[in-house]
């Protein structure tokens, strides 16, 4: 394994670590500060989209690929190359990405319904899992750019 391929796992491996740290504090802040009730049933049912997302291309298949790909461009290609391979995968994923985010947002009443069915008898919990879909939807777009700075 190359020193550079070691470096990028690392770095990679150290921030999932962190995150995973950092959200097992948020998870007991949340009980300990809100308890069980409405509000926080909203807010896990909203946060489980953008959450699965996040994995997907943060954490999950996206950086699985591109990393190895990428690490591959720096060491058999040429500048221009690693480059232009850079640059069609950022368009490439703020395409897909930004369409994600606006899917997200446009689409938070029918996803809190299919998620959620029971939310819809009680219409405050429902309206506030919109919400906080809508809210959260956005941070789709903005996960897998801690990416990027692995490659240089």
Known sequence: MSRQLFKSTAVVGSMTLISRILG??????IAHIFGVDSA???FFVAFKIPNFLRRLFAEGAFAHAFV???S???????????K????????TLSVFLLLITVIGV???????MLLAPGFMWQGTQYELSVQLLQITSRT????????????F
């Open 140 to 151: 789709c777009f903005l996960s897998p750019w801690w990416l990027l700075p692995v490659a």
């Open 40 to 42: 926080t049933d909203a």
């Open 24 to 29: 097992f504090i948020r998870d007991m802040l």
């Open 84 to 91: 232009q391979f850079i640059d069609k995968t950022a368009g």
């Open 106 to 112: 446009v689409a938070a009443p029918a996803l809190i």
């Open 72 to 82: 591959d461009y720096k060491e058999r290609g040429s500048k221009a190359a690693l």
């Open 68 to 70: 190895p790909v990428l």
